[in-house]
């Protein structure tokens, strides 16, 4: 049986945030206040990879 080596089911690998540097990047939020703060959390994670933000 044949394994992948790159990540597990439809997690994405290690590298995954490199994978994101300088990708546009739209972000639709649902929920409640909790849901907003992760959000922001998102945000802050992806700035540092240098993503820009898009609005639909």
């Known amino acids: 049986m044949a394994t992948s080596q790159s990540g597990s089911g439809n997690f994405p690998p290690q590298n995954g945030l490199a994978d994101l540097t300088g990708k ?4 639709e939020m649902y929920g409640c206040r909790y849901n907003f703060g992760d959000t922001a959390k998102l945000k802050e994670i992806l700035k540092h990879q240098r993503c820009t933000f898009v609005h639909s």
């Open 24 to 27: 546009w990047v739209f972000i």
